[in-house]
T-cell receptor, first 118, second 115 residues
Framework: AQKITQTQPGMFVQEKEAVTLDCTYD???????LFWYKQPSSGEMIFLIY??????QNATEGRYSLNFQKARKSANLVISASQLGDSAMYFC???????????????FGAGTRLAVHP | GAGVSQSPSNKVTEKGKDVELRCDPI?????LYWYRQSLGQGLEFLIY????????KSGLPSDRFSAERTGGSVSTLTIQRTQQEDSAVYLC?????????????FGPGTRLTVL
């Protein structure tokens, strides 16, 4: 079974509008972290935002926010006021065993390609 | 400060040759990771270093792949007798190895093409 599922291979949004990129995950570990990375055409993976499974509030970083619904096992990324420079691939990733000292690897979804139109 | 650096940025090799890919992590980062990104397989974990030791090598696809890290810093990923299916972008990441967030920061990658 897929641990991280991103069901939207491609999305487009008008500049200055908000967009939501979906991510669902599957784990039986009670302590895990969820990450979103942006990969522009240059290829570098850029860290955007993090949400821990025990965090009480949804994470926010500037124009990025994470809509974390633990019971539904979803961690959707919301980008507000889209800019042309937001056009890129976006990856959701999970790290299990946050407090066990193990499982340090990230498990990635297949990604969503976002195109921002002027 | 300086981010994660990788060299070379591009490598073209012939099938059967050995290649070495280098990763220079962020200064002070204890943990170092190698991932592979290919069209068919997405992003896959290869190996994780804590200091100079590798507690998790579970992602290495075959015994042709090996990696080492020296001085708790630079790491080299070696692929022996390269095959066409090894063609991919090899990404290195590093982190401070904190117990909770432990955000991994990635380098620009090495694009490997095996002819």
């Amino acid at each position: 079974a897929q641990k991280i599922t991103q069901t939207q291979p491609g999305m487009f949004v008008q500049e200055k509008e908000a967009v939501t990129l979906d991510c669902t995950y599957d784990t039986s570990d009670p302590s895990y972290g969820l990450f979103w990375y942006k990969q522009p055409s240059s290829g570098e993976m850029i860290f955007l935002i993090y949400q821990g499974s025990y965090d009480q509030q949804n994470a926010t970083e500037g124009r990025y926010s994470l809509n974390f619904q633990k019971a539904r096992k979803s961690a959707n990324l919301v980008i507000s006021a889209s800019q042309l420079g937001d056009s890129a691939m976006y990856f959701c990733a999970m790290r299990e065993g946050l407090f066990s000292g193990g499982y340090n690897k990230l498990i990635f979804g297949a990604g969503t390609r976002l195109a921002v139109h002027p | 400060g300086a981010g994660v650096s990788q060299s070379p940025s591009n490598k073209v090799t012939e099938k059967g040759k050995d290649v070495e890919l280098r990763c220079d992590p962020i200064s002070g980062h204890t943990a170092l990771y190698w991932y592979r990104q290919s069209l068919g397989q997405g992003l896959e974990f290869l190996i994780y270093f804590q200091g100079n030791s590798a507690p998790d090598k579970s992602g290495l696809p075959s015994d042709r792949f090996s990696a080492e890290r020296t001085g708790g810093s630079v790491s080299t990923l070696t692929i022996q007798r390269t095959q066409q299916e090894d063609s991919a972008v090899y990404l290195c990441a590093s982190s401070l190895l904190t117990r909770s967030t432990d955000t991994q920061y990635f380098g620009p990658g090495t694009r490997l093409t095996v002819l």
